[in-house]
């Protein structure tokens, strides 16, 4: 069995870290905190008192279910595969074969950059990644690990005497 390289999955600390979504979560956390204690503080509990509570646990219902999306997904790292391990209760095991990967792309904003997150995109020909790309959200240290895969499938197609050819259509080139 081909010893683990890495193995990761989706950051939740990162996600409210680095990204506006996950500081929106945050600044609304602390608005609940202070409108809590403003109203502790005026000794009334009218309606609007009730905003406090209701912030909070709209708050924490969103950071909840970004941690278990997080935690339904890990990814697994070899020298010749990427191993995608699915589900909480249901679980399933997918693979992509390194040496297949055509493309690994990195995109990050400026608020991902501070927290060192982005999102990794692979292409492929492997069935898992014929139709679509698969795209890894909020990826702790994702430049690392792009360096990583990059250094691998250029490995992987080395041991097995595989090469990249793009053939482009001749008539689309004239027009």
């Not at 390289?5 to 600044?27: H, K, V, Y």
């Not at 406090?52 to 790292?77: D, Q, R, S, T």
């Not at 292409?123 to 691998?152: F, G, K, Y």
């Amino acid at each position: 069995m081909p010893q683990t390289i890495d193995r990761f999955r989706s950051s939740t600390i990162g996600w409210l870290r680095g990204t506006l979504a996950g500081w929106g979560t945050i600044l609304l956390l602390l608005a609940s905190f202070i409108a809590s204690f403003y109203f502790l503080a005026q000794g009334t509990l009218h309606g609007t008192a009730l905003l406090a509570p209701g912030l909070f646990v709209v708050a924490l219902g969103i950071v909840a279910a970004k941690c278990f999306a997080n935690l339904a997904v890990a990814y697994e790292l070899t020298d010749d595969r990427l191993i995608l391990h699915r589900g909480i209760v249901m679980k399933s095991i997918d693979e992509v074969e390194l040496y297949r990967i055509k493309d690994v792309r990195i995109d990050f904003s400026l608020i991902n950059q501070t927290a060192d997150l982005g999102t990794i995109t692979l292409c492929s020909s492997d069935e898992t990644t014929r139709d679509q790309p698969l795209v890894m959200r909020d990826i702790h240290r994702a430049r690392a690990r792009r360096e990583t895969m990059r250094t691998l499938v250029n490995a992987a197609r080395q041991n097995r005497g595989v090469r990249e050819i793009d053939l482009a259509d001749d008539d689309l080139a004239l027009r």
